[in-house]
């Protein structure tokens, strides 16, 4: 599984990694006490939770970027805070090491509804004469995704000893995702959540090695000067496909804040995010080996793992 670590989470030290093992967090422990007068537990997805309530006109697509398409506001306070609340009860970052859990295979509860989820916000956008998240073709796969990223970013302290900071003084710093394409491992088609607190992701022309890159690597990052700012809220809902998906790296800058080009300042927080992808080819990745076709659709537990991305 370590090697599956180094590739998927760009890590070469596998002390910083951690691997669950087969059994979901997400399956146990039964005896949580209720979250409120319902008596469901935090671990209990109501129906009432995969209804889409979202305005169509918050569609906002890009025309320099096609496949690259914002619902915003697309999640409901109730489902954030359910998948928020899902994620702590596992306790994928109940250490500052770990900052990103991965599922593949049958996906946890807190994930799973938003394959159902994305088909009917398809639905609903289509009969209000919008643009889809995604092209037909994807939309109609089964499963429609089959991996699944958490990732938690934070404003962490560190302690400097640097010779501009002679004083080894606490400086607070802003994490960040480097700008990538995702691995050609996965399918078209890329779905993200955004939680908890507003931030801006940055889109730039990918390199032509980036493209095709089978593990995250600096090196294959593009020299392109040209950048265009997107803005995630909490309850933002992202998809990529396409030259989207393909074409232009991703990534979210290292820094305590980000300015729009109006001028607002975002204050940065904790920041959660949920990406949902599809594997590709005629299996699905469980604890490193690909399993045939014939098992696909099967009731699996979810294999996960932890770690954390440089």
């Not at 991965?102 to 394959?115: I, Q, R, T």
């Not at 801006?200 to 493209?211: G, I, L």
Request: charged letters at 25%.
């Amino acid at each position: 599984m370590s090697s599956l670590n180094k590739e998927l989470f760009g890590s070469d030290d596998d002390d910083d990694d951690e691997v669950f093992g087969a059994q979901s967090p997400f399956s146990e422990p039964d005896d949580l006490p209720p979250d409120d007068a319902t008596g469901r537990t935090s671990h209990d997805f109501h129906p009432d939770l995969y209804t889409p309530s979202f305005d169509p006109s918050n569609l906002d697509l890009f025309p320099s970027i096609p496949g690259l398409v914002l619902l915003r506001s697309a999640l409901t306070h109730a489902q954030q805070s359910a998948i928020v609340r899902a994620v702590i009860d596992g306790g994928y970052f109940a250490t500052p090491e770990q900052n990103q859990t991965m599922h593949f295979g049958k996906l946890p509860p807190h994930v799973d509804w938003l394959g159902g989820w994305t088909v009917e916000v398809q639905r609903k956008l289509k009969e209000e004469g919008r643009e889809g998240l995604f092209p037909r073709a994807i939309v109609e796969r089964t499963p429609l995704f089959d991996q699944a990223i958490s990732f938690r970013l934070d404003t962490i302290l560190a302690r400097t000893h640097s010779t501009h900071h002679p004083y080894n003084c606490l400086i607070i710093l802003g994490e960040g995702i480097k700008s990538h394409v995702d691995l050609a491992r996965f399918a078209d088609g890329i779905l993200i959540l955004s939680l908890l607190t507003s931030c801006v992701m940055t889109m730039r022309p990918a390199s032509e090695a980036s493209k095709v890159a089978t593990t995250y690597n600096t090196n294959t990052l593009t020299t392109s000067t040209v950048s265009i700012p997107v803005l995630l809220r909490p309850g933002d809902v992202l998809s990529l496909s396409g030259p989207a998906r393909y074409d232009w790296e991703h990534g979210i800058e290292e820094r305590m804040f980000d300015v729009l080009p109006d001028g607002e300042r975002i204050q940065r927080g904790t920041r959660i995010s949920v990406t949902l992808r599809r594997m590709m080819g005629d299996g699905v990745v469980i604890s490193g080996e690909v399993e045939g076709e014939e098992e696909r659709g099967k009731e699996k537990e979810s294999w996960v793992t932890a770690g954390r991305r440089k």
